[in-house]
């Protein structure tokens, strides 16, 4: 079994707060794993450890068995090379069309045509479910679930092994919220990829997820299957999945 990441151990503090408390999970190459947690949980600060953005306080963070405590920054960006990172507001350049949004990393450091550049984009964005209308449109010309398929399209367009989703549902109607779920797992089937989900949307957790770690205040409460997660006996998380999902018993039962 082949581990893309492996976290022991990580403790982080930051302006006098500890942050993240003795975190330690692994998530295998080709799978959904989902990091829930309410508000303030260190859930974010968890993927920009995964980054390199913070460096542990104490512990171990391996990504693509490489140590990124260790690592150069050239070394550094050869590992970040092969993560797509979907922000949770989009995150898209409101003075670029949308083509340029998806392909702004082959912009930056390409020498390709403008038209190859264009049907680029337009690969990416038909495997998002958007068509070549969007091209030349602006993000504030866009829905929000129109922006999160755009910054997912600029994620993927660099054809990473990992892709980290921040809140990929936040802001979106239950049915936008469920098509970009369905995205979520049709992306890692076609790429190959794998992809780890922030959220603290219960139903897209147990939708889209392989496994699912829970947090509270800076440390893991537990980590499990979908079934593990909902048939926990541990207080916390019973309490966790009965506020956010309700009836949870049966949804466990189907």
Request: net charge neutral; proline share 2%.
């Amino acid at each position: 079994m082949e581990y893309i990441i492996r976290v022991e151990g990580l403790n982080l503090h930051l302006q006098g707060r500890h942050i993240l408390k003795d975190i330690s999970f692994n998530v295998k190459r080709g799978e959904i794993f989902t990091i829930l947690g309410g508000s303030g949980s260190g859930k974010t600060t968890i993927t920009k450890c995964l980054v390199g953005l913070y460096k542990p306080t104490s512990g171990r963070v391996e990504v693509f068995g490489k140590d990124l405590s260790t690592l150069r920054l050239l070394e550094l960006d050869e590992v970040r090379r092969k993560i797509g990172y979907v922000f949770q507001g989009a995150a898209l350049f409101d003075s670029l069309r949308v083509w340029e949004n998806v392909v702004f990393y082959h912009l930056e450091h390409d020498n390709m045509k403008e038209e190859e550049l264009r049907q680029k984009a337009l690969k990416y964005l038909q495997m998002v479910g958007l068509s070549e209308e969007v091209l030349d449109l602006y993000p504030s010309e866009l829905s929000g679930g129109m922006k999160k398929r755009v910054g997912i399209a600029r994620a993927i367009a660099t054809n990473p092994e990992l892709i980290i989703y921040d809140e990929p549902t936040s802001g979106l109607d239950p049915i936008t919220s469920r098509l970009i779920d369905e995205l979520i797992i049709s992306l890692r089937d076609k790429t190959n990829s794998t992809a780890i989900v922030v959220s603290h949307d219960m139903v897209s957790a147990f939708t889209i997820s392989d496994r699912i770690m829970v947090l509270k205040e800076g440390q893991v409460v537990q980590v499990g299957s979908k079934e593990e997660i909902l048939n926990s006996n541990i207080p916390f998380v019973r309490e966790f999945l009965k506020k956010g999902l309700g009836n949870f018993q049966a949804l466990s039962r189907g």
